[in-house]
């Protein structure tokens, strides 16, 4: 019937901590990814190491709003050795570098975003929460180009020792056609 004080604080601060919790799951990078493009690995680049080795990894990826156009990602990935000697092993570097080219007809769906925010075309994990490595694609119709930028994320601003958060990279593409909501 009656709830006394502490019993409704209580109850107050497990609803407030639940809540919490849910919002931290539904935005971190774990987070079930929207339809975002899906990526393929075009080589491992074996790098510097003397047993355990550093890796660049090239991927590539479509762009499922822009037909015509691939594009080209490639990030490395720290040895497992250098992760558990850091203490660190959910984590890897967010610096990538971006490479893009027409295939053929560059056009670019009625659906995608023309704001000046852009549209997130991939977004991927580089750490157990605090750190993303992302793609968006921004529309310049003036110059009649799809441009896309590379950055990463992170939350914790603290623990960002190479300023990976301050780099970034872009590549362009000329467009041939914007389609229309009637040319579907």
């Not at 975002?36 to 074996?46: D, F, N, Q, S, T």
């Not at 027409?102 to 075309?121: H, L, Q």
């Amino acid at each position: 019937e009656n709830m006394r004080l502490p019993e409704i604080r209580s109850l107050a601060l497990s609803h407030v901590t639940t809540l919490a919790l849910s919002a931290t799951i539904a935005l971190s990078p774990l987070a079930p990814a929207p339809a975002w493009a899906e990526k393929r690995v075009v080589g491992e680049i074996v790098g510097s190491g003397f047993v355990f080795k550093d890796t660049l990894k090239v991927e590539a990826f479509d762009d499922p709003k822009v037909s015509g156009v691939a594009l080209f990602l490639s990030d490395f990935e720290r040895p497992v050795t250098e992760k558990l000697a850091k203490g660190d092993v959910f984590s890897d570097p967010s610096q990538g570098g971006l490479s893009c080219s027409s295939t053929g007809r560059v056009i670019v769906s009625a659906s995608a975003t023309m704001d000046k925010g852009g549209e997130e075309v991939i977004s991927e994990a580089r750490s157990l929460v605090f750190k993303s490595l992302k793609v968006r694609r921004l529309v310049d119709r003036p110059s009649q180009s799809v441009i896309y930028a590379v950055y990463s994320q992170r939350l914790d601003k603290n623990e960002d020792s190479n300023n990976s958060r301050f780099k970034s990279a872009l590549c362009a593409v000329h467009v041939d056609e914007f389609a229309t909501a009637a040319d579907k």
